[in-house]
């Protein structure tokens, strides 16, 4: 039987010293499914990504990513993963198609001499290849970085805040882009992010995070009436201030 999920976090603490990033977690993340995972700063969204990558080590449970332990199975799940951020920036100094070629290569993927057009096509881009990346506008670097976290066709996409300081346009055609790539693909996205509206129109599930554990689940519409508001930016304020 296939797995269904495409991470299961079971009773996961962090503890940095007195601090208690994450607190008993447990969440089940389903497969071809978008995740919205939101909460004021602290609540403790980096350090979970940060586990389900690898990067950080629970003080105590369990991560299971697509049905092994990411501990165990770091090298091989992070083929199978990749991650974008507008605050991790590329190598400057190198052009957007080097970049890509370096990224590509270190995720040992074969058609790189195909692949890297297709991705600067799609995301219309093409024109910027022997451009250096740090002389890119905040626009065409989150695009390159897209791309960057596309060059794998990750089964699993974690999204840090990847609109932010984006100009309406470019963001509706980002976030547009991903929602088609995860139909078209499977793919699993979880997205960090404080714009309660891209949130809501963008992501089929949603999961609220306050002070290291989850204060609410489902999808939006139950996320905003089970709290008794008119939207999830109302919610996410009664969570801040509660």
């Known amino acids: 039987m296939e797995e269904k999920y495409a991470i299961q976090i079971s009773k996961v603490t962090k503890q940095f010293k007195s601090l208690f990033a994450v607190k008993n977690l447990s969440l089940d993340i389903k497969k071809n499914k978008i995740y919205g995972l939101l909460g004021p700063n602290g609540c403790g969204k980096s350090t979970t990504m940060g586990m389900i990558l690898g990067l950080i080590t629970p003080t105590s449970g369990d991560i299971k990513v697509l049905g092994l332990n990411i501990e165990k199975n770091r090298t091989y799940l992070l083929q199978k993963m990749n991650f974008i ?93 991903l929602k088609n790539y995860s139909n078209s693909k499977g793919t699993t996205l979880i997205l960090a992010s404080h714009n309660m509206r891209e949130v809501e129109k963008f992501c089929d599930q949603v999961i609220l995070m306050r002070a290291g554990k989850v204060v609410g689940e489902g999808t939006p519409k139950d996320i905003v009436k089970n709290y008794s508001q008119s939207n999830l930016e109302e919610v996410f304020l009664k969570v801040m201030r509660s």
């Open 85 to 177: 951020s507008p605050f991790v920036d590329l190598p400057k100094k190198l052009t957007v198609e080097e970049n890509l070629k370096v990224y590509g290569n270190l995720y040992d993927v074969k058609n790189l001499d195909q692949k890297i057009p297709e991705l600067l096509e799609d995301l219309k881009i093409q024109k910027f290849r022997t451009r250096l990346f740090g002389e890119l506008s905040s626009g065409q670097k989150n695009r390159v970085t897209l791309a960057k976290a596309l060059i794998n066709d990750p089964e699993i996409l974690l999204l840090d805040e990847p609109t932010a300081s984006l100009d309406p346009d470019i963001s509706n055609f980002v976030l547009k882009y």
